[in-house]
């Protein structure tokens, strides 16, 4: 019975996560067409928003699934390994190329900004013509690609468990 708790945790926190990134994931959509400084700042910080919810969940469906780990014996196969390996590489390809582009619009639109080492402070947002250079560099197809292929194979892995 406990193990089947820690089931519903993780997929708590799975679908936690999933929920609260969402909205970046669809700021991600709308920043790259918006035209609108105004509009863009709150598409951003409402993306933003989100990151406290995003990380609670993905505490919890972390802890969960390494009790599970143990619980049901699976640290000796493979695919729990192909699963951390494969969240962690999927974490880290985003942090760089998603979040990157969100903190040089952030920058560029006269926000507060990251940038992996330490928090900026506001300045001046930059000519519209140079921030809607920026927003189209933005590829918002292949980061949701990125984010949902690897989610896809995640939950194969997870429910098959093929070695």
Do not use: C
């Amino acid at each position: 019975m406990l193990y089947r708790w820690f089931v519903f945790l993780h997929i708590l926190g799975a679908f936690g996560f999933l929920l609260a990134h969402g909205g970046s994931a669809s700021a991600l959509f709308r920043a790259h067409r918006e035209r609108s400084l105004d509009r863009l700042r709150a598409v951003l910080e409402l993306s933003n928003s989100s990151f406290s919810a995003m990380y609670g969940s993905v505490l919890v469906m972390l802890i969960a699934g390494v009790v599970l780990g143990f619980l049901g014996d699976w640290w000796r196969k493979g695919w729990i390994w192909a699963s951390i390996g494969l969240l962690l590489a999927t974490a880290i390809a985003m942090f760089f190329l998603a979040t990157g582009y969100f903190n040089k619009l952030r920058q560029a639109a006269g926000l507060p900004w990251f940038d992996g080492r330490a928090s900026h402070p506001a300045e001046s947002p930059v000519p519209p013509d140079q921030l809607a250079a920026l927003q189209d560099t933005g590829q918002p197809v292949l980061f949701a690609l990125l984010g949902l292929l690897p989610l896809a194979v995640l939950v194969w892995l997870m429910v098959i468990k093929p070695f």
